[in-house]
């Protein structure tokens, strides 16, 4: 939205109070983030002048619609997810009225793919960028509200994308993170069969200077063989793969709509640190799901520490209204779900502490992302953008390079280390 409104004319302002249009791309996914939201938007209409529109866009507003009106006044227009694209055409039609009814546009049909008015699907940060390769989700998951809000998959096509990571690498992008709600379903739904495969073939080929490409969320029984062998084929495809599993007992995956066959799990984990060396791993876990009891979380637990995953993130049940899960109410108390939150990452701390310290006195790339008083911060393969570890290393290196380091110390997530001496480091 923001390249579109830039490309029609509109100016950006980190000043609210000098803003004619406010916009408030909002998240409906779960409660802490509906709150957050919703607070944002609170703040500005009660603090915005009568000249002044207020947009509330997004997820939330695709979900919940003139609920939100209903309980903040003051918002002058609601845009949901599926044509965030007609946002110049609805904020002027907005500047230009008289009324001051809220205006929705909440059509049904997406155009995500089809007419994206020229927007790149990208978000840039620093020398890194996500690139979104689909959009929506056909997955049945009890607990979650992503396909009311987003609708069915869309897969975007594939000239789009290349062209679009074609100019994240003429700006000198180092990382290109390939994002969807479920990546491994890519191309499905465009007749493309084993569609991220051969999405990252391409994709390989056409940014040859792009050293890194990582992939995240991939649905667990559809990372398939020939995906498994082109991640280990192509050094510029990462070592890494998050591979968000939710439950490790059987019964709670079913009642959860989830994949429930926990030997594909152990098969293909174990398949995969066969064929692709020193992978990494991340999965998402959701502890106090209603109905879960204690021994399905003694197995969830066992599960855990069985396939030592190097990166793990965990979830406190949240109730969603009008999701299938929704009949069962949210039954497991607060204390209960932040105990076992609280076991699970305690597991996973004393799991994490020793895979990192299987580092120490390797050498790993770092992809640096900043430094002060001589001390630099980066990346591994290991660690994705906010959500895994750093790499804390001595001097300062330069922002945005990769750069070889020799692991000389480990922490529970993170790991430090200093230039490797084989490399001739400008070090500034
Ligand atoms: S695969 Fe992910 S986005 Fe899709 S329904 Fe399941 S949890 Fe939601």
């Not at 049909?109 to 989700?137: F, M, N, T, W």
């Not at 995906?227 to 084929?233: F, V």
């Not at 079913?254 to 992978?279: C, F, G, H, S």
């Amino acid at each position: 939205m923001a390249q579109i409104l830039h490309n029609n004319g509109y100016q950006h302002t980190d000043q609210p109070e000098n803003a004619q249009v406010l916009i408030v791309n909002t998240c409906g996914f779960i409660g802490p983030a509906k709150e957050e939201s919703m607070n944002a938007l609170q703040e500005l209409a009660s603090n915005k002048n009568s000249d002044q529109i207020l947009i509330a866009a997004g997820c939330l507003s695709q979900r919940y619609g003139s609920a939100i009106t209903k309980e903040i006044s003051g918002i002058d227009g609601i845009i949901g997810t599926r044509r965030w694209m007609d946002i110049v055409d609805i904020t002027d039609k907005m500047r230009k009225r008289k009324s001051n009814k809220t205006l929705y546009h909440l059509p049904d049909v997406p155009h995500v793919g089809k007419d994206e008015k020229g927007a790149l699907r990208v978000a840039i940060q620093g020398s890194s960028a996500y690139l979104k390769i689909a959009d929506g989700c056909r997955r049945p998951c009890a607990f979650c509200a992503i396909p009311l809000i987003k609708g069915s998959h869309i897969s975007r096509p594939i000239d789009q994308i290349i062209e679009e990571a074609q100019h994240l690498q003429s700006i000198g992008t180092q990382e290109i993170i390939l994002i969807s709600q479920d990546t491994t379903d890519y191309g499905h739904d465009i007749g493309i069969k084993n569609g991220l495969a051969m999405l990252l073939k391409k994709l390989v080929r056409a940014v040859p200077e792009v050293p890194w490409i990582r992939i995240m969320y991939a649905y667990p029984g559809y990372v398939t063989n020939e995906l498994i062998e082109t991640i280990s084929t192509y050094p510029q495809i990462l070592p890494y793969l998050d591979m968000p599993l939710q439950h490790g007992n059987k019964s709670m995956l079913r009642r959860m709509k989830r994949p429930a066959n926990l030997n594909w799990v152990y098969d293909t984990v174990n398949q995969m640190r066969e064929k692709i060396p020193n992978l990494a791993i991340r999965t998402t876990f959701i502890v106090g799901y209603p109905g879960e009891t204690e021994d399905e979380f003694q197995d969830l637990l066992n599960f855990v520490e069985d396939l030592q995953f190097d990166r793990l993130g965990a979830f406190q049940f949240s109730y969603e209204s009008q999701t299938t899960s929704a009949p069962l109410g949210d039954p497991v108390s607060k204390k209960t779900k932040k105990d076992r939150f609280e076991r699970l990452m305690h597991l996973q701390q004393n799991i994490s502490l020793n895979n990192n310290q299987r580092f120490i006195g390797k050498n790993l790339d770092v992809l640096i992302e900043g430094y002060d008083n001589g001390i630099s911060i980066g990346r591994s393969y290991r660690d994705a953008p906010e959500i895994d570890g750093t790499v804390i290393i001595e001097g300062n290196l330069p922002i945005g390079q990769i750069s070889n380091i020799q692991i000389t110390g480990a922490m529970t997530y993170d790991l430090s280390g200093i230039p490797s001496t084989t490399q001739n480091i400008n070090l500034i």
